[in-house]
């Protein structure tokens, strides 16, 4: 699983039919590197806790751009949350109002 805040939806006027009614939505990553123990993760995460790189997920809790998610990656939770016919393995299955880093 990834923690990570939307930047974005992404549209496009042709795509796979797996994702015909889906949302796509683009996610920079959550690095924990040199976080502190006892640390609160907030929404308001920027600069250097956000990764370069993104991945897309398929969204169906409509998280909308700056909110933190976790994204899973792979068949079973995408065939539990969105169902077997979508054509990717990331999904949104959560909505984070708060985290915080315990070690």
Do not use: H, Y
Request: glycine content about 12%; proline content about 4%.
């Amino acid at each position: 699983m990834v923690l990570g805040k939307v930047i974005g939806t992404v549209w496009g006027s042709k795509q796979s039919e797996g994702l015909v009614s889906f949302r796509v939505v683009e996610i920079r990553r959550v690095s924990l590197e040199g976080v502190k123990p006892g640390t609160s993760l907030g929404a308001d995460i920027e600069g250097p806790m956000l990764t370069e790189s993104t991945l897309l997920a398929v969204d169906s809790l409509g998280a909308d751009a700056g909110q933190l998610v976790v994204v899973s990656i792979g068949s079973r939770p995408r065939d539990i949350v969105v169902g077997p016919g979508v054509t990717t393995k990331n999904t949104v299955i959560a909505i984070v109002d708060q985290a915080s880093v315990d070690c």
